[in-house]
């Protein structure tokens, strides 16, 4: 650049000299010498525009893969750069559970590190495919990072708020066991144990919804009723009681 400007500033002064007093041929053999500094300096200048590297978006720089003084070319990636304004979060939720999934659904994130800090969010996209090797299907959360404490990679613990149900029958999960791939439970009627077969609906941590089997009411045994014959006498004990 400064080599362009200097060669037409010599080119500027030369015209001066030669229109002071010289054949009209010299005159525009001179101009036609300014016109080339001129256009010399301009692609300089345009250079100089193209050595300078704009993000198309305001974000943070999180990967810089090119230095000072590298050559890189034309498809070559210099950095990566994130909007983290907002993130998203990547859910990948059990086939078996899709259909309870939808677009809006209310979502809170806590982050794994010591802060435990809680982002509120909601489903903004669902995945089109199945994982091929688990068949689970990803779902992404947009959570707002007002304050810059999401990066991306970063791990969480996700609770998803579900579709409520209402009238359901549910028991702790520790009462239900498995016969052969069936789903029984142990209850109490008439003072005698019976083993039933039970369909089983939504989850929780500590519970499990029933759709088939048993009825509001039923007395279920939660500890050691798999070892029980059907029949077996039972008596109800209250808590401490011998």
Not at 91 to 118: D, T, Y
Request: a neutral charge; charged letters at 20%; hydrophobic letters at 45%.
């Amino acid at each position: 650049m400064q080599v362009a400007q200097a060669t037409y500033a010599a080119a500027v002064e030369k015209l001066k000299l030669l229109e002071a007093g010289t054949r009209p041929e010299r005159i525009d053999a001179a101009k036609a010498q300014l016109a080339i500094a001129q256009a010399a300096r301009e692609a300089a200048e345009l250079s100089v525009r193209y050595c300078t590297i704009a993000s198309p978006i305001d974000g943070t720089v999180t990967q810089l893969f090119a230095r000072r003084g590298a050559f890189v070319e034309r498809a070559t990636p210099l950095a990566t750069i994130v909007d983290l304004s907002a993130l998203f979060l990547r859910i990948r939720v059990p086939a078996e559970r899709l259909a309870q999934v939808h677009l809006g659904q209310r979502v809170e994130a806590r982050l794994n590190a010591a802060s435990g800090k809680v982002f509120s969010g909601a489903i903004a996209r669902i995945s089109g495919q199945a994982n091929l090797a688990t068949g689970n299907i990803d779902a992404f959360a947009k959570l707002p990072n007002d304050h810059a404490l999401l990066r991306p990679g970063m791990s969480c613990q996700v609770r998803l708020w579900l579709p409520e149900i209402s009238d359901a029958v549910l028991i702790p999960r520790v009462a239900i066991a498995d016969r052969s791939g069936t789903p029984v439970v142990t209850v109490v009627r008439d003072q005698k144990a019976y083993e039933v077969e039970v369909e089983t609906g939504s989850e929780t941590a500590t519970e499990i919804q029933i759709l088939k089997g048993i009825s509001p009411g039923d007395l279920v045994v939660t500890v050691g009723g798999y070892s029980l014959p059907d029949g077996s006498p039972v008596r109800i004990v209250a808590s401490g009681e011998e």
